[in-house]
C-alpha cells in the first residue's frame, strides 16, 4: 500500500512539473527572447491584423501570387499533411487537377502540399512561374512585378523562398 501512495504523489509532481511549471516556463523564455516569433509574426494593415507570416492563406483570385496547396485547407488547428502514398488513386487525381489549373509545366511544389499542409514559402521560382497571370489581371509591368519578387526574397545557403502573405502585401501597396 505503502508504493501505491507514492506512485500517485509522483504522478501528481510529474504531472505539475510537465503539465504546468515546463510549459509555463517555455512560454515565458519564447515570449521575453523571441517575442514576435512567440506570437506568431502577425502581420497588420491599417492597424487590423490580416494574417500570420509562418502560416499559409489561401489565394484564389488571379490577381495575387497563390500558396503551395494544402491538405488541411489552410486550417492550423488541422495541421498535417495527407499522408497520401505516391500510389494513391486519390493524390494522383489530386496532382491532375491542380496541372489542369496551371496549363503548363510548373514548379513541382505548386502540385504538391507541404508537409504541414500551413507552409507559407514558395520558391521563386514559383513565384516567377505565376508572374505573367499578376501582370495581366493588376496591368502591371512585368519587371515590377519581378523586382517585387526580388525584394521580398529570403534565403539560407542555396535555398530562396518567397512569403507569399508578404508579397501578396507588398503587391497590394503598389500603384
Known sequence: MRNFWISIKLLLLMTILTGIVY???????????????????????????????????????????????????????????SNLSQTSKKLKNLVSKRKEKYNAEVPVEMLFASGSGLDPHISVAAANYQVERIE???????E????????????????????????????????
Not at 519578387?149 to 500603384?175: C, S
Open 23 to 81: 510549459p509555463l516556463i517555455v512560454y515565458l523564455f519564447g515570449i521575453l527572447v523571441f517575442p514576435d516569433k512567440a506570437s506568431g509574426r502577425l502581420l497588420y494593415r491599417d492597424n487590423k491584423v490580416i494574417g500570420s507570416a509562418l502560416i499559409a492563406q489561401k489565394f484564389e483570385s488571379d490577381r495575387y501570387f497563390w500558396s503551395r496547396p494544402s491538405a488541411v485547407d489552410y486550417n492550423a488547428l488541422a495541421s498535417g499533411g
Open 144 to 175: 515590377k512585378i519581378v523586382e517585387l519578387i526580388k525584394k521580398n526574397t529570403h534565403g539560407i545557403f542555396d535555398a530562396t523562398y518567397v512569403n507569399v502573405l508578404q508579397l501578396n502585401i507588398a503587391l497590394d501597396e503598389l500603384k
Open 136 to 142: 495581366k489581371n493588376r496591368n502591371l509591368k512585368r
